[in-house]
């Protein structure tokens, strides 16, 4: 709990997220292609909600993950906190894979 002057504050939910600055190409980044280098498993890639994939922006989320992906920055956030260290992982190996972007 966090106290502000008199009022306090309490967080309800956490949600670990991951912020990358550098350069990104959009498109590429489609739940299929993370099922392609093994980043996702199959039934997440395909159920995954795409709500924009387009050369400026990804954006689509799974049950435990949201990514969004401009030219400039990466953001992957855990629906819930227990999936933090699944998003670090993911995080980690798109930039392994991708090591000319960043």
Do not use: C, N, Y
């Not at 990804?58 to 949201?66: P, V």
Request: hydrophobic share 45%; glycine share 6%; net charge negative.
């Amino acid at each position: 709990m966090l106290r502000s002057g008199t009022m306090a504050l309490q967080i309800e939910e956490d949600h670990p997220s991951i912020v990358v600055l550098g350069g990104f190409d959009p498109i590429l980044f489609h739940p299929s292609w993370f099922r392609a280098q093994a980043l996702l498993g199959q039934e997440e890639a395909e159920q995954a909600s795409v709500k924009i994939l387009h050369p400026d922006v990804a954006h689509w989320t799974t049950e435990w993950l949201e990514l969004q992906v401009t030219r400039q920055r990466l953001f992957a956030m855990a629906m819930t906190e227990s999936r933090g260290e699944a998003v670090r992982d993911l995080v980690v190996g798109v930039l392994q894979i991708l090591e000319h972007t960043v």
